[in-house]
């Protein structure tokens, strides 16, 4: 694997809603617009799509260059050819998320109602909401499921109600330095965080984008408190230690003297330029209110789940703790949900899961690398009785547009099987009879069988597609090499 290619240059796309997205709150958000951005193919079965949910002020934009920038997307470093988050094999999709500024309607959008920005008039959205704004996208897309949705920190929270909202189409989950609640003292952090953006002159109730004066101060000041809690005791001392910045000795005034002051100062100040106060405001509380618990029970919330999961923590991370990562496994494997569970052990806290790229390109390949039947197969069950004629078989095909055909018995367990290409030797024979052309010893796979395994198995007997049986010999849905192609080792 490489890690030296990267995505080239990208671009963000737009998908203008032509619907209203109904909130969590019962408030409308009126046809927003999701700025989005993909890398990598589709396969003809899309089943190699993985979704990317970004953190609190990322973005669509998670890999490749943007033309003239000077650096790449957030995610660059596990997005890519040959990367864990392989876009030889995934087609990957990551879209900003509403509320915020980067291109999804946010605060800082016209509000259709008025003609004016939206300002404090933009409705409360959550966590959920943000969900359901990007399954509006997946399905605009035509993406029947995700093979895998991951994310880090408020992208993990997202991830969590994935896995909770849609059981049915989510696979594989990775939910990175997150939690299932926010606690209190982060819902402490962002309400100082507010508090200063809010007691900002220049902030006027949300109402400021008339005037060129932007409450810089506060959101700067929101920034640098925030950036306190993404890293560790250790990495500032690593980075800063108590060193002086541009001097030797204490000025004994209220200048920035430490270089660690220094730093936080720049943070601030450059993250006015990126990103908006209000988006600040609303994406914070979106944060606050996030808890998928029931009756304070873990366990009987994240019961709807299906998909294989991995859950990884960060042992320096003080923000978004491993023992609340470890809570979500217990919950889960009292829950008998197949997971996994990784501790990164680093020194650069919260913010690990945008560095630690060696750590994470293990396990997230590892994990990925284990795909099971059931988290490509389709599960549309078409099957023919045993004694259909040929005609039947061949109009069945047509209308289902499927090549593989099971022939079950009257308890619905497999008997045989019967093929396009078996469909052609009818023709080339002159057979009237569907019993001399169908084959009666079918390979089969079950749910659960690695898709590497069976794989080897189809090309050992050079066939393309495997029905996919239960306990009972019963079809449960199939799987073809369309379903895997990409994901595979080429
Ligand atoms: N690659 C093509 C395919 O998968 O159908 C053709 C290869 S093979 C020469 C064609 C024969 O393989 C057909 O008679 C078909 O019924 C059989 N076949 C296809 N899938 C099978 C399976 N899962 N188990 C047993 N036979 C199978």
Redesign the pocket.
């Known amino acids: 694997m490489s890690y030296e290619k990267s995505l080239g240059t990208v671009d963000t796309h737009y998908f203008h809603m032509d619907e209203d997205l109904k909130l969590e709150t019962g408030d409308i958000l009126k046809k927003p617009t999701i700025a989005y951005e993909t890398y990598g193919v589709l396969n003809n079965e899309k089943s190699n799509v993985i979704l990317v949910c970004h953190a609190l002020t990322g973005d669509a934009h998670a890999a490749g260059w943007h033309n003239g920038d000077k650096k790449p997307g957030w995610w660059d470093i596990i997005i890519g050819p040959g990367k864990p988050l392989d876009t030889n094999r995934y087609f990957i999709i990551c879209s900003n998320v509403i509320g915020s500024c980067k291109g999804t309607t946010g605060p800082s959008d016209i509000n259709p109602d008025t003609g004016d920005y939206y300002g404090l008039d933009f409705p409360i959205v959550t966590i959920t909401d943000m969900v359901h704004a990007q399954k509006k996208l997946i399905d605009h897309l035509e993406i029947p499921y995700l093979y895998c949705v991951v994310g880090g920190s408020m992208g993990g929270m997202q991830v969590l109600q994935w896995t909770l909202s849609y059981p049915d189409i989510v696979r594989n989950a990775i939910m990175i330095a997150s939690g299932a609640y926010s606690t209190p003292q982060q819902i402490a952090f962002n309400a100082v965080e507010r508090r200063s953006i809010i007691e900002d002159v220049n902030w006027n109730k949300g109402d400021y984008y008339h005037t060129d004066k932007r409450p810089e101060q506060g959101l700067s000041v929101a920034r640098m408190m925030a950036h306190i809690t993404y890293l560790s005791n250790e990495s500032m001392y690593e980075k800063f230690g108590r060193r002086l910045q541009d001097k030797n000795t204490f000025s004994y005034d209220f200048s920035n003297e430490f270089q660690v002051e220094s730093y936080l100062e720049h943070q601030g100040v450059t993250f006015t330029q990126r990103f908006d106060a209000n988006s600040y405001l609303y994406l914070t509380k979106a944060l606050d209110y996030f808890d998928i618990r029931n009756n304070n029970s873990l366990e009987e919330a994240l019961k709807p789940i299906t998909a294989r999961m991995l859950i990884m923590s960060i042992s320096s991370d003080w923000l978004y703790t491993h023992e609340h990562m470890e809570d979500i496994v217990m919950a889960l494997r009292s829950n008998n949900v197949d997971v996994s569970y990784s501790r990164l052990n680093s020194e650069y806290g919260h913010d690990a899961f945008l560095i630690e790229n060696g750590q994470m390109n293990y396990i997230i390949s590892n994990f990925l690398s284990k795909a099971r039947v059931k988290d490509v197969m389709s599960h549309k069950v078409i099957t023919l009785t045993d004694g259909a004629d040929i005609k039947e078989a061949a109009e069945l095909m047509m209308t289902c547009n499927k090549t593989?055909i099971p022939i079950v018995d009257t308890n619905e367990k497999i008997v045989g099987?019967?093929?396009a290409?078996?469909l052609s030797k009818a023709i080339a024979t002159n057979a009237e009879n569907i019993e001399d052309i169908m084959?009666r010893?079918?390979?089969t796979c079950h749910e659960n069988d690695s898709i590497f395994d069976i794989t080897t198995k189809m090309k050992e007997h050079?066939?393309?597609?495997?029905?996919v049986i239960d306990e009972e010999d019963k079809v449960i849905g199939s799987i073809t090499t369309a379903h895997i192609s990409n994901l595979l080792d080429k």
């Open positions: 593989h099987l019967v093929t290409w078996d084959t010893n079918v390979y050079n066939i393309s597609g495997l029905p």
